[in-house]
Structures are given as C-alpha cells and as structure tokens.
Nanobody
Framework: EVYLVESGGGLVQAGGSLRLSCAAFGFTFDDYPIGWFRQAPGKEREGVSCFSGSDGRRYYADSVKGRFTISSDNTKNTVYLQMNSLKPEDTAVYYC??????????????????WGKGTLVTVSS
C-alpha cells in the first residue's frame, strides 16, 4: 500500500526555520521521485521542490531557491524539506507526493497520484 505522512509544520516568525518530513511507504525513492507542494488559502497548488533518487537531482521553485533544501534518508525512506528564512508568503499547507510534475524545471519523471494529508506551516510577520 502506498501512502505518505508529512510532519513538522507549525507556527514560526518571519526569518525562522522549520524542517518538514515526508515518510513514504510502499515505494522507494529509487523508483519514484518525491515532490513537495504547497497550497495557500485561495490559491492553486504550487510545486516547491523535487528530489529524484534515481539520479540524485534536486529542483526548486524560484520562490524558495536559496532558502529551502530538500534531502533524503534512504534508511528511513523519508524526505526532508529544510526551510530557512521563512516569509509570510510561505504560509500554506505543505504536501509531499511521489511525483514532481508541477515543480518548475523538472524533467518528466514517472510519478504516482498519491498524496499525504499535509502539514500546515504558518509564518507570522
């Protein structure tokens, strides 16, 4: 069974940091990439970052480049999103999925349509 569990969200002041985790079950990162996405109230879902275990490449949206870092722990089948220098506009529900379509600049990795329940990040000004 494929499922994902996000955690690590919370309330933080602007300029602060959070680390999100995405624990994946039923597949490995060698077979599918992992994408982080976010959706703010009243806005469309946005691709934030992508990690491809098959080739080790990482991709970031321009809005987070230089501030967010995606990494993985294959022993735990978990992907992390380290978020630094957070801004109020980063406020959103963050989701992970075994797909990267929608993350800018990513090639056409084969993905699956499974989503976690998300974790809420709130950045206060």
């Amino acid at each position: 069974e494929v499922y994902l569990v996000e955690s690590g969200g919370g309330l933080v002041q602007a300029g602060g940091s959070l680390r999100l985790s995405c624990a994946a079950f039923g597949f490995t990162f060698d077979d599918y990439p992992i994408g982080w996405f976010r959706q703010a109230p009243g806005k469309e879902r946005e691709g934030v970052s992508c990690f491809s275990g098959s080739d080790g490449r990482r991709y970031y949206a321009d809005s987070v480049k230089g501030r967010f870092t995606i990494s993985s722990d294959n022993t735990k089948n978990t992907v992390y999103l380290q978020m630094n220098s957070l801004k109020p506009e980063d406020t959103a529900v963050y989701y992970c999925a075994p797909r990267c379509d929608g993350v800018p600049g990513t090639p056409s990795y084969y993905g699956m349509d499974y989503w976690g329940k998300g974790t809420l990040v709130t950045v206060s000004s």
